[in-house]
């Protein structure tokens, strides 16, 4: 190797290890704003359990680390629905923060971060010797197992620049400006928080960095554990055996069930079952993970499986039905089909034909007796809800691509939005976490449904990840999801995992499950276990940044050169999106709009000016922001004929002014019209650290009075 590729070569494994520490940092943060936000609505509630569930897990993990990750990967899925289950059958006034993964992810960091920390320094306090090369040992990148994780790092660096950007043209929307006081409060006060707020991303920032600080400190516990997928697996099968119960005795009774699930798909099986999760699509993607998620567990990991696991894939099928969740479950089947051919393909090749062959006959078959006989399919108990489906389609007509989208829930409708979202920044996307707010935006979305709902999220999680994060997202997610396949050597060794990520992909094609942290947790959980097998079992020559041969350094500089181009591509779009739709200068500030609070204004107010009135008296007050902020005025006539920009006033800080204004220097107001005042910029006191109040406000009015 020549010493210009040996010093490039180094560089490469500084980077990665800066990246590693960035992580890291970014999870450690994370960690404490979130429990900083728990203490917060704790004070004000007893009865917020976000607070008791990080604690748990927290104490749990000091006192032994393997029982504290059991406890947390048992509790992840059942933590989301649990304060309302506990009020339904208890009758209890528990509260729940949203997102309580987060708390219990930040109870097994901090913990982990508490006892690593405490364990490292009393072995240096017993060591007599305390150089500064035994401190270099303590805090050595090199001690790290997870050194090879560099498309987790990518995709944490990646979140982050993307989080930002989304939070400064938010910011850049509302005409309105933060500051380190206002950053710091978003971070505490992540939660609740409204879709449409300029720091709704930081959700995103936090949840998604808590993940990957999760995977890495799992990836090096997993190395020092004999059997990692009975490890990962039994608290799994646990929480869905849990989970499954509760959903069947949702669908016999209706307890803990929301009002309006009371009525919905309700038929010979019951009511529409939910779990300890939010709706059926969650409780779906929750059941197809012991449905079809177990079956490489069983047949893959060493060691005999209990009739246990049978039960559990049993029942939550069971469940998956119960969900009435039409689409995941038609896809946990197909799923289970295409896992029935690759292993007949792989093992008994013979076998595959005629199994491919039954399939399609019996789907035609079944076709065929849905699309004749759909009233009398209503009428059984597991095929009534296809049953309907059919009947729908039949009414409808099948050659309408409404009648399609809105059979299916106006998904077709809203990927069509998604789609026409993502061509207008196809590199970087429109920014990770905005989705929700820039799908209400009429001229952007185009899609009735996202508008009349005031947005939405896109019901796919993968075409979602492709409208926020663009072509450079997709190609870190893919690098992120495939790497551990790409260098393992063994790949016998990932399919428990791999079938179980499967399931959770499915579950996140017609909905977005992945949406509730707790189930993008649980998939981080599984990608740990991937990741340590991969690595365990990898090819040392397909390493990132451990492959010295010369045809790995004659390739760079194709891969280097891909990537400047597409990184300075995305650069070039993010800096031209400002002022380009719908990323237009105080498109939320500068409207006319109602305020709720009372003598607020917006970034426009307007003063209607009747004939005869000679002036307008104002008794004004600046919001509370740095720097002055500007207002102009501007006289438009009944004929619509306008003045032009007229006065200007400079508002400081809290500043209050009283102002006469002279209306015969405006032409034509003799005749009575519209006095319109805007100003520079918007001011919204959460942006600025001071409340929860997330409106766009302008100027404070004590007083208004027209003179004759």
């Not at 560089?11 to 992580?23: N, R, V, W």
């Not at 993970?289 to 894939?313: H, M």
């Not at 009349?452 to 999680?461: D, F, K, Q, V």
Request: hydrophobic fraction near 45%.
């Amino acid at each position: 190797m020549s010493p210009f590729n040996l010093r490039s070569y180094n560089l490469e494994k500084t980077c990665i290890a800066l990246l590693f520490y960035f992580t890291c940092f970014m999870g450690t943060i994370s960690a404490l704003a979130t429990l900083l936000n728990g203490l917060a609505y704790w004070e004000i509630a007893h009865w917020y359990i976000n607070v008791y569930f990080l604690i748990a897990v927290f104490t749990i993990t000091i006192y032994r680390l393997e029982w504290g990750l059991a406890v947390l990967i048992f509790l992840l899925p059942l933590s989301v629905g649990s304060g309302f289950q506990l009020n339904a059958h208890l009758n209890t006034s528990f509260m729940l923060l949203p997102n309580p993964g987060m708390d219990l992810v930040s109870g097994f960091l901090i913990g982990v971060l508490v006892k690593n920390f405490a364990s490292k320094f009393v072995n240096l306090a017993s060591n007599n010797n305390l150089d500064s090369d035994r401190f270099k040992e303590v805090l050595s990148y090199s001690n790290f197992p997870v050194r090879h994780l560099l498309p987790v790092y990518v995709f944490n660096l990646l979140i982050v620049i993307s989080v930002s950007v989304s939070i400064s043209r938010n910011l850049y929307q509302s005409a309105s400006s933060t500051s380190i006081r206002g950053i710091l409060f978003n971070l505490i006060y992540f939660r609740p928080i409204d879709w449409h707020d300029d720091f709704v991303p930081i959700i995103d920032l936090l949840s998604y960095t808590l993940g990957f600080f999760l995977l890495i400190i799992v990836v090096e516990i997993l190395a020092s554990v004999s059997n990692k997928n009975k490890f990962i697996f039994r608290p799994i099968i646990a929480g869905l055996l849990i989970a499954s119960m509760v959903g069947l005795l949702q669908s016999l009774t209706g307890v803990g069930l929301p009002l309006t699930l009371l009525d919905f798909r309700r038929d010979y099986l019951g009511y529409a079952a939910i779990g300890l999760q939010p709706d059926i699509h969650a409780y779906a993607g929750h059941m197809i993970l012991g449905a079809l998620g177990l079956l490489g567990y069983t047949f893959f990991s060493e060691g005999r499986q209990s009739k246990l696991v049978a039960t559990v894939i049993f029942l939550s099928w069971l469940g998956l039905i119960l969900s009435k969740s039409r689409s995941t479950f038609i896809l946990a089947t197909l799923g289970l089909c295409l896992l029935v051919f690759i292993y007949l393909y792989k093992t008994r090749h013979q076998l595959l034909f005629p199994a491919i062959s039954g399939f399609l006959l019996l789907g035609s078959i079944m076709g065929f007796l849905l699309l004749s006989f759909a009233n009398s399919f209503e009428k059984l108990p597991v095929l009534s809800w296809l049953g309907a489906l059919i009947s729908e389609l039949n009414t409808r007509g099948f050659n309408s691509w409404s009648m399609w989208t809105g059979v299916f829930g106006a998904r077709f409708e809203i990927w069509e939005g998604a789609l026409r979202m993502w061509s207008s920044f196809p590199i970087f996307g429109v920014g990770q976490g905005d989705f929700y707010r820039l799908s209400s935006i009429a001229s952007f979305s185009r899609s009735h449904f996202l508008i009349l709902n005031s947005g939405e999220n896109a019901h796919n999680y993968f075409l979602q990840v492709l409208t926020e994060t663009g072509v450079m997202g997709i190609a870190v997610f893919a690098l992120f999801a495939l790497y551990p396949i790409i260098i393992s050597k063994n790949k016998t060794k990932l399919i428990p995992a791999v079938i179980a990520l499967f399931s959770l992909s499915l579950a996140n094609i017609f909905s977005h499950s992945f949406l509730l942290k707790e189930n993008l947790y649980m998939g981080l959980l599984l990608f740990a276990l991937l990741y340590e097998a991969a690595i365990k079992n990898a090819d040392q020559d397909k390493f990132i940044c451990e492959n010295k041969s010369k045809k790995y350094f004659s390739e760079k500089l194709f891969v280097r050169l891909s990537i400047t181009t597409l990184i300075f591509s995305g650069i070039y779009e993010i800096y031209h999106s400002y002022d380009k739709s719908p990323f237009e200068y105080g498109r939320y500030c500068f409207i006319t709009a109602p305020i709720p609070y009372k003598n607020w204004t917006s970034g426009i107010f307007s003063i209607d000016i009747q004939k005869g009135n000679s002036g307008v008296a104002l008794d004004l007050v600046g919001p509370k922001t740095h720097g002055a902020v500007i207002m102009t005025s501007e006289f438009i006539s009944n004929t619509g004929e306008s003045s032009g920009l007229i006065d200007s006033y400079d508002f400081n800080s809290g500043e209050r002014r009283a102002i006469l204004m002279d209306l015969s220097k405006y032409k034509n107001s003799s005749e009575g019209g519209r006095l319109v005042l805007k100003l520079s910029r918007c001011f919204t006191p959460r942006n600025q650290g001071y409340s929860i109040d997330s409106r766009r406000l302008g100027l404070y009015v004590n007083n208004s009075s027209l003179k004759n």
